[in-house]
């Protein structure tokens, strides 16, 4: 069964920390995205990448840098956690094939920067 | 990247059908449409897709304009559970598939 899942699903850290989400997708899918959802901002694109080592900046990528190691594996980093930066994360996969198969979405990863 | 405009809220009764609709005037013929649902504390969910004309599946219908730049969500005999935050988005061309969601309409069922 297709599937995206996050770690941890909540972290909290102190300002100045150092914090790193990941995310899995087992549905051999080359696009993987990063969001961040705020009340009343919506999801808001931070990165993305279309496949191992490549990576597209999305429309809010200040604080954050991302890796894709493999296929399957899309980090989130956060080396100087700010206050800022307290959201909920959540990470997507989606195949850009002839099919135009719809993103599927992780359970997301609560975030508190104290 | 074709912008997305829906109703920022809706209300319905428990078993009524609900249309939400979305406007997507700069839609480009590459692009597709899709429509998600967001429940608190859980990410989008995928409903339906299409292109052109009219799709339907176990969930939901979506109708699409003749000029692509109207679609319509359906939804029969909506629930309590069905109560969310529904997202109208369109894909932009496969060489830069950015995926953004608009605000969404949020849907409040009542008893």
């Known amino acids: 069964e297709a599937a995206v899942t996050q770690s941890p699903r909540n972290k909290v850290t102190v300002t100045g920390g150092n914090v790193t989400l990941s995310c899995r997708q087992t549905?051999?899918?080359?696009?993987m995205y990063w969001y961040r959802q705020d009340t009343g901002h919506g999801l808001r694109l931070i990165h993305y990448?279309?496949?191992?080592?490549?990576?597209q900046i999305g429309d809010v990528p200040d604080g954050y840098k991302a890796t894709r190691t493999t296929q399957e594996d899309f980090f989130l980093l956060l080396e100087l956690a700010s206050p800022s930066q307290t959201s909920l994360y959540f990470c997507?996969?989606?195949?850009?094939?002839?099919?135009?198969?719809?993103?599927?979405f992780g359970e997301g990863t609560r975030l508190s920067v104290l | 990247l074709a912008k997305t405009t829906q109703p920022p809220s809706m209300e319905a009764y428990e078993g009524q059908e609900v249309n939400v609709s979305c406007s997507h005037t700069?839609?480009?013929?590459?692009?597709?449409i899709y429509w998600y649902r967001q429940v608190p504390h859980q990410g989008p969910q995928f409903i339906i897709q299409g292109y052109k004309d009219y799709v339907v599946n176990e969930v939901a219908s979506l109708f699409i304009s003749a000029d692509r730049k109207l679609s319509t969500l359906s939804l029969p005999w909506v629930s309590l559970r069905d109560a969310a935050v529904y997202y109208c988005?369109?894909?932009?061309?496969?060489?830069?598939?950015?995926?953004?969601f608009g605000k969404g309409t949020h849907l409040h069922v009542l008893p």
């Open positions: 988005i369109v894909t932009p061309d496969t060489n830069a598939y950015k995926v953004i």
């Open positions: 997507a996969s989606s195949d850009s094939g002839n099919n135009n198969q719809a993103p599927l």
């Open positions: 990448s279309y496949g191992a080592g490549n990576l």
């Open positions: 549905n051999s899918h080359n696009y």
């Open positions: 700069n839609i480009a013929t590459s692009e597709y």
